[in-house]
């Protein structure tokens, strides 16, 4: 991808690289085969940073070289498609820029926040019952508007479930797989940009029966993505980590372990719900369409009514730097929630660090200094713009109390 200097880090972008003539790259956050992520901050927002309204200042890039002549990105066609949906990252702006002497594809997309994932971590793999169930509600919206624009998404999994900069809603990210369905007499066919071998690219411990034995997507595998997601979750089990001496066995070990679990049985402890969703799902005919979505959602409904809870006062914890100071109303809110949790729920107290478990391409975004495991973001900034580093660089300063805010719980 992009030519980086590696003086003093790998992610760290020395020479200043402008992206739509704007966009000034500061930092890569991730490298993959299939594209690079990119920090950027817009340099004709420095002369008014401040620290109260900093989060709309910065924006990631996404960068993907140029492979052959007149090349289409699919991923870019489904979030056109789906830009006012609200249910996936917000595109800014898109285009094409040779940088030394190579053309590139770009996309700017507003920053969101941290996944699902993250999360699930940072609360040492106990997330409270009601925010889990809010997560499934709302994750059953964003899947049920880009299946009645006839996508299906193929690869859902915690990393791709990401929480919007307010909090409030959950977005569906990373489409490169995703394809488009069409329905003819009743039937889900006609399956466009789809190869049958292409599932072995993105198979992983929540995809669906279906994928695993290379039938063509249908919005029901998305949904089975979800329960599994759920169960796994709402039960901290350990029933998909497969070791194996290669991906092809793993594969394999989780399609037979699929192919032959009792969920009552595996995750005893989960709702009833959880697992009636799962049979739900399991049991339905691929080319049912469409699903019965308001009544996957009354089941997650009935499990926070069951736990004293309110759908809408519910809300998300959200790690980003001085959420607290720059969100009071909003953390009022949230402390309210953590003490009526601490009331309803029995999960597992900690207080320990808490680290990932298995970092891989997972990143939070809003924490800039432990990107990569170095503090090089501010020479980055002095290069934009040496009078502007005096706001700019308290970026660089430590504030790991302030940036993760955390759920403590006490058992009865």
């Known amino acids: 991808m992009l030519n980086t200097s590696q003086t003093k880090s790998s992610t760290e972008t020395t020479n200043s690289i402008i992206i739509d003539q ?13 594209y690079n992520m990119y920090l950027a901050i817009n340099k004709k927002q420095l002369d008014d940073f401040n620290q109260t309204d900093q989060k709309d200042k910065f924006y990631l890039i996404k960068m993907k070289r140029q ?48 996944s699902i994932k993250l999360i699930y971590n940072y609360l040492s793999k106990s997330i409270p019952l009601p925010i889990l169930c809010l997560i499934a509600i709302q994750t059953l919206n964003c899947l049920e508007i880009i299946h009645k624009h006839q996508i299906v998404h193929r690869n859902i999994r915690p990393k791709k479930l990401l929480l919007s900069t307010s909090g409030n809603e959950i977005l569906l990210s990373d489409f490169k797989f995703a394809t488009k369905f069409k329905l003819q007499h009743g039937s889900i066919c006609c399956i466009e940009n789809y190869k049958s071998t292409s599932n072995k690219l993105f198979l992983n411990k929540y995809s669906s029966i279906n994928q695993h034995l290379n039938q063509f997507p249908t919005p029901k595998d998305d949904l089975e993505s979800l329960a599994y997601i759920l169960l796994v ?27 032959s679990i009792i969920p009552e049985i595996t995750f005893k402890s989960a709702p009833i719900e959880f697992i009636l969703f799962l049979n739900l799902v399991k049991t339905s005919n691929t080319n049912d369409y469409p699903q019965d979505y308001e009544k996957f959602k009354q089941l997650f409904r009935r499990v926070i009514q069951a736990n004293g809870c309110n759908e809408k006062d519910l809300s998300y914890p959200l790690f980003h730097m001085q959420f607290q100071e720059s969100h009071p109303q909003q953390s009022q809110k949230y402390q309210t929630q953590v003490s009526r949790f601490k009331n309803s729920q029995n999960h597992k107290q900690s207080t320990e660090s808490i680290q990932e478990q298995a970092p891989d391409e997972e990143f939070s975004v809003y924490q800039f200094d432990n990107v990569g495991d170095d503090r090089t973001i501010e020479p980055a900034i002095k290069s934009i713009r040496p009078q502007s580093y005096k706001n700019l660089s308290t970026l660089n300063s430590p504030k790991s109390e302030s940036q993760i805010v955390k759920l403590k719980y006490t058992k009865k």
Request: overall charge positive; hydrophobic content about 35%.
């Open 233 to 259: 979750y709402a039960t901290n089990s350990n029933i998909f980590k497969i070791k194996a001496d290669n991906k092809a066995l793993q594969l394999k070990k989780l399609e037979n372990i699929k192919l």
């Open 67 to 114: 492979t052959q002549q007149n090349e289409i990105i699919p991923e870019l066609q489904f979030l056109l498609r789906l830009k006012d949906s609200n249910c996936v990252p917000i595109l800014v702006n898109y285009g094409e820029q040779i940088i030394s002497a190579q053309k590139y594809h770009y996309q700017i997309l507003q920053r969101h926040g941290p």
């Open 22 to 34: 704007k966009y000034s790259i500061i930092k890569n956050i991730y490298r993959g085969k299939q």
